[in-house]
């Protein structure tokens, strides 16, 4: 019987095999790498360029970090709910922040996007590829270059016409618990999964908010996909890292750290402390929903079916990263748990006096 349901498990991935067109079989590109769909090969182009040209050799520094957060700043600006009133609801991941840059970049949220997006406009233009497409590839490449980074999807094919967005669609530090929800469930994401976007943040650090501290980062591991943001942001904040308070700031755990008013907000809500706690205890699990997440992210506004898988162009991130730990001079009783219904996950107390977390360098 056995046997049987293998033989035909083999006959139907053959006639499967047969029935593949001879545009999109796995091709063998012009540099001599591998990919499932020949029109994938153009990535590999773009993959070279960016990493020696724009992620200064492959980094994990503030290009890719930067490049990571425009790909929330693009897709996020969708609205199910303008559309349904009659409004225009955003392009989703359709490159617009990039296309309409004299727009979008005057509004507030995304302050201190210029750089990458002034800095990514010649790569897309040079090797043909859309915007929205390049700004999702970009992302995904940046954070494979951290230690220990996901595996990010890919898919490639999304039209390089865009409108402006709307105003108001990204999310703001200074919003509140439930204005941060609400936006992401008219965008198509619960509760858990907004948590799962902010995964990201682990390799998140702020220039503007406080102008005065740039690249200083959300957690004292900035380079590392650890699961360090989650801890440290659950640590009681004691002190202002830079100059004052801001709009959207609140007060840090650490010298050197930024902590989010967004993020504490979110860490201590009853819908969505519990699953914080959970990327603590289970890294495979925190890198699995965070890939989730974003492949569905980067599909907004897109249909994927209509789409061309190409994430075997995307590099395996290397490196190792640390069990989640209390940073040097704090203890657990320095942590303000919010989950009651499950117990805060184990993490080792690292010995030493505390010292400063240095800033994210910018290298652009
Ligand atoms: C995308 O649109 C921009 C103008 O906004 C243009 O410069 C660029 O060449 C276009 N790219 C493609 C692939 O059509
Ligand atoms: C650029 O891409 C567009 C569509 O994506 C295509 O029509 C055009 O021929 C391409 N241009 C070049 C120079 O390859
Ligand atoms: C948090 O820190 C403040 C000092 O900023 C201190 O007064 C308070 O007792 C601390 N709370 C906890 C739970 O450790």
Redesign the pocket.
Known sequence: MFSKVFLSLVVLASSVAAAVPTVGRRATCANGKTTANDACCVWFDVLDDIQENLFHGGQCGEDAHESLRLTFHDAIAFSPALTAAGQFGGGGADGSIIAHSDVELTYPVNDGLDEIVEASRPFAIKHNVSFGDFIQFAGAVGVANCNGGPQLSFFAGRSNDSQPSPPNLVPLPSDTADTILSRFSDAGFDAVEVVWLLVSHTVGSQNTVDSSIPGAPFDSTPSDFDAQFFVETML?G?LVPGNGLQDGEVLSPYPGEFRLQSDFALSRDSRTTCEWQKMIADRANMLEKFEITMLKMSLLGFDQSALTDCSDVIPTATGTVQDPFIPAGLTV??L?PACSSSAFPTVTTVAGAVTSIPAVPLNS
């Open positions: 009681n004691t009783d320095d303000q």
